[in-house]
């Protein structure tokens, strides 16, 4: 099991920056294929990005390339989210998660089993 801990969150102006993390607990964090999602008020759940077990590769929904950037330091068993040129319809709570079970990365949530408590990002205008 893995239990994850976002922060970093906060409110920021259009065009700010954030860098989120999540802090994971375990010896096993290396084995975890580890995303980002997020949900604004009255929306689903959506991706953002994800990474590979071993960080080499990621994965970003078409919204975000360009502009966020998923990282991880296994050594640190700790995710990031570096946010560059948030724009107001990025505000949403924002959930790390991680999954053992995919071969690769995935952007369904239900792939993911294990969740943080959620980071609220507020983008001002």
């Known amino acids: 099991q893995v239990q994850l801990v976002e922060s970093g969150g906060g409110l920021v102006q259009a065009g700010g920056s954030l860098r989120l993390s999540c802090a994971a607990s375990?010896?096993?964090?290396?084995?975890?294929?580890m995303a980002w999602f997020r949900q604004a008020p009255g929306k689903e759940r959506e991706f953002v990005g994800a990474?590979?077990?071993?960080?080499?590769?990621?994965y970003y929904a078409d919204f975000v390339k360009g502009r966020f950037t998923i990282s991880r330091d296994n050594a640190k068993t700790t995710v990031y989210l570096q946010m560059n040129s948030l724009k107001p319809e990025d505000t949403a709570v924002y959930y790390c998660?991680?999954?053992?079970?995919?071969?690769?990365?995935?952007?369904?949530?239900?792939?993911?089993?294990?969740w943080g408590q959620g980071t609220q990002v507020t983008v001002s205008s």
């Open positions: 375990g010896r096993t964090f290396s084995s975890y294929v």
């Open positions: 998660a991680a999954s053992s079970m995919v071969p690769a990365m995935s952007n369904e949530a239900y792939d993911y089993g294990y």
């Open positions: 990474l590979t077990r071993s960080g080499r590769s990621t």
